[in-house]
């Protein structure tokens, strides 16, 4: 198996254009997570999917980011419109199983998104 | 002006040496803890995992400590090596119908050869 494919792996975007982060998790997972990693929060998850549908999009910063998962092997996060301060690295996971019940989320390699 | 970063607890080690990387958690309720390893410009992997119900697991060279009391997580590595080097996070959930890892501020370790 690939694992957890995200792209693209670099963005640079300037303030105020709308920036579509993709993801296709591992075959067969029926969980799937953004998160964003900064220096400044360290790992924060920003919504959970199970079996394609939002579970808990809590950790969305605002309005201006959504994510949708039309099917069992592609989700999306956007942003719109991006500010400087939404650069990050934004990894998507997945997992066989809700990760309640004792099974570990396996990481994409992160889109590392920068905005200016 | 110039914003202030996330100051990583910061492990040196000389290859061969064992190496110990400690964590505490706050919610008691937590019953099932991960390490993850992430490596410069990857996503975390999975190293090692255990559950509340245990005090102590081990792996190929890594071995993983629970002690609830404490609420304190460790993680040896045996003979370090230099592809150890990376930062390591710890990562707890809570059970139940809570899917939300919660992650550590992580740990850098590096080995020295």
């Known amino acids: 198996d690939a694992g957890v494919i995200q792209s693209p792996r670099h963005e640079v975007t300037e303030m105020g254009q709308e920036v579509t982060l993709r993801c296709k998790p591992i075959?067969?997972?029926?969980?799937l997570f953004w998160y964003r990693q900064t220096m400044m929060r360290g790992l924060e998850l920003l919504i959970y999917?199970?079996?394609?549908?939002?579970?808990?999009d809590s950790g969305m910063p605002e309005d201006r980011f959504s994510a949708k998962m039309p099917n069992a092997s592609f989700s999306t996060l956007k942003i719109q419109p991006s500010e400087p301060r939404d650069s990050a690295v934004y990894f998507c996971?997945?997992?066989?199983?809700?990760?309640?019940?004792?099974?570990?989320?396996?990481f994409g390699q992160g889109t590392r998104l920068t905005v200016v | 002006g110039e914003s202030v970063g996330l100051h990583l607890p910061t492990l040196s080690v000389q290859e061969g040496d064992n190496s110990i990387i400690n964590c505490a958690y706050s919610?008691?309720?937590?019953?099932?803890f991960i390490w993850y390893k992430q490596e410069s410009g990857k996503g975390p992997q999975f190293i090692i995992d255990?559950?509340?119900?245990?005090d102590k697991r081990q792996g190929q060279r890594v071995t993983v400590l629970l002690n609830k009391t404490v609420k304190h997580l460790s993680l040896q590595i045996a003979a370090t090596q230099p592809g150890d080097s990376a930062v390591y996070f710890c990562a707890e959930n809570s059970g139940g119908s809570n899917y939300k890892l919660t992650f550590g501020k992580g740990t850098l370790l590096t080995v020295n050869p």
């Open positions: 919610n008691s309720a937590s019953d099932y």
């Open positions: 999917f199970n079996n394609n549908v939002p579970i808990d």
């Open positions: 075959s067969g997972h029926n969980s």
């Open positions: 996971a997945s997992s066989p199983d809700m990760a309640g019940v004792g099974t570990e989320a396996f």
């Open positions: 255990i559950r509340s119900n245990m």
